[in-house]
């Protein structure tokens, strides 16, 4: 059992929880993920590790409520417990030797991308942050970004705060202004990030993606989590949980991923809306 030591909200549907497993917290980087369980007869899934407090023993998740099992975890309070808290899993993202860095997040993504941005930020290097959401209720994490960036650039796509547009806007003029990144590294929604590598392309500048397909075990058996790339002109089948959750934005097929990704939702909505109604029930 894993003891919620922290909860805080951070926006309608984003949630941070800080959780006790000082294991996890004494090896997780950067990049990294771990699978959790609710209770005892909940599903796995995964939640990228958006901190670590090696002293408190203490792991950060950040988390949107989207489906079943995310609605049950919002209802958890600190001082409650989760069954299943298993991590590190997943390989780092790469970081060294890296000078200059651009950081896109989109939307909950950002919350992958913090840990990045801030370790980069520590050994020194060069950091610029684009951030990106729909609204300005709906921005997360502005003041941890900004302790971590030398420049941060925050869209909304109707205007409500910062810039107007999408992280592609401020990207795009960066980059035909003659300015050079070592890598781009880019976390969020898939059609995001497939029009982040887009925009990088004409200049040759290294992207990475941070990927999030369907996964259950994390560990390889299962092939949930499979991905294709094109790799030197042949198809090539990676794994996100065990080869991943990085990989080279130019080789990933973004338009399979985004089919498969969508394959459950109708019944993870369903799912969702029998957990709400199951929640409201217990409520009246």
């Given at each position: 059992?894993?003891?919620?030591?922290?909860?805080?909200?951070?926006?309608?549907?984003?949630?941070q929880?800080?959780?006790?497993?000082?294991?996890v917290?004494k090896?997780?980087?950067?990049?990294?993920?771990?699978?959790l369980?609710?209770?005892?007869?909940?599903?796995?899934?995964?939640l990228?590790?958006?901190?670590?407090d090696t002293a408190?023993?203490?792991v950060?998740?950040?988390?949107?409520?989207?489906?079943?099992?995310?609605?049950?975890?919002?209802?958890?309070?600190a001082g409650?417990?989760?069954?299943?808290?298993?991590?590190?899993?997943?390989?780092?993202?790469?970081?060294s030797?890296?000078?200059?860095?651009?950081i896109?997040g989109?939307?909950?993504?950002?919350?992958?991308?913090?840990?990045i941005?801030q370790r980069?930020?520590?050994m020194?290097?060069?950091?610029?942050?684009?951030?990106?959401?729909?609204?300005?209720?709906?921005?997360?994490?502005?003041?941890?970004?900004?302790?971590?960036?030398?420049?941060?650039?925050i869209?909304?796509?109707d205007?409500?705060?910062?810039?107007?547009?999408?992280?592609?806007?401020?990207?795009g003029?960066?980059?035909?202004a003659?300015?050079?990144?070592?890598?781009?590294?880019?976390?969020?929604?898939?059609?995001?990030?497939?029009?982040?590598?887009?925009?990088?392309?004409?200049?040759?500048?290294?992207?990475?993606?941070?990927?999030?397909?369907?996964?259950?075990?994390?560990?390889g058996?299962?092939?949930?989590?499979?991905l294709?790339?094109?790799?030197?002109?042949?198809?090539?089948?990676?794994?996100?949980?065990?080869?991943?959750?990085?990989?080279?934005g130019?080789?990933v097929?973004?338009?399979?991923?985004?089919s498969?990704?969508?394959?459950?939702?109708?019944?993870?909505?369903?799912?969702?809306?029998?957990?709400?109604?199951?929640f409201?029930?217990?409520?009246?």
């Amino acid at each position: 059992m894993y003891k919620i030591v922290d909860k805080k909200v951070l926006n309608p549907t984003v949630i941070q929880l800080q959780i006790e497993a000082p294991l996890v917290a004494k090896k997780a980087q950067p990049g990294q993920f771990i699978i959790l369980r609710v209770d005892e007869d909940g599903e796995r899934i995964p939640l990228t590790v958006a901190g670590t407090d090696t002293a408190a023993g203490t792991v950060k998740i950040i988390f949107q409520v989207v489906g079943a099992t995310t609605e049950k975890l919002r209802h958890k309070e600190a001082g409650d417990y989760l069954r299943d808290f298993v991590g590190p899993l997943g390989v780092p993202t790469h970081l060294s030797g890296l000078k200059k860095v651009c950081i896109i997040g989109g939307g909950v993504g950002c919350a992958i991308a913090m840990p990045i941005a801030q370790r980069l930020h520590e050994m020194g290097v060069d950091v610029t942050s684009i951030i990106g959401f729909r609204n300005r209720d709906l921005l997360i994490l502005e003041e941890e970004f900004t302790a971590a960036s030398n420049r941060l650039i925050i869209m909304t796509d109707d205007g409500s705060y910062g810039r107007h547009g999408n992280v592609t806007v401020p990207l795009g003029e960066m980059l035909s202004a003659g300015e050079q990144f070592d890598m781009i590294i880019t976390i969020g929604p898939l059609i995001m990030m497939k029009f982040v590598v887009a925009t990088a392309k004409p200049y040759g500048t290294p992207v990475t993606v941070s990927m999030n397909p369907i996964m259950i075990d994390g560990t390889g058996m299962c092939g949930g989590c499979r991905l294709t790339l094109n790799v030197d002109g042949k198809p090539v089948t990676k794994f996100a949980c065990v080869d991943g959750p990085d990989f080279n934005g130019y080789e990933v097929d973004f338009d399979e991923a985004m089919s498969r990704g969508r394959m459950y939702a109708d019944f993870e909505r369903h799912a969702y809306e029998k957990s709400c109604n199951l929640f409201n029930k217990e409520v009246q």
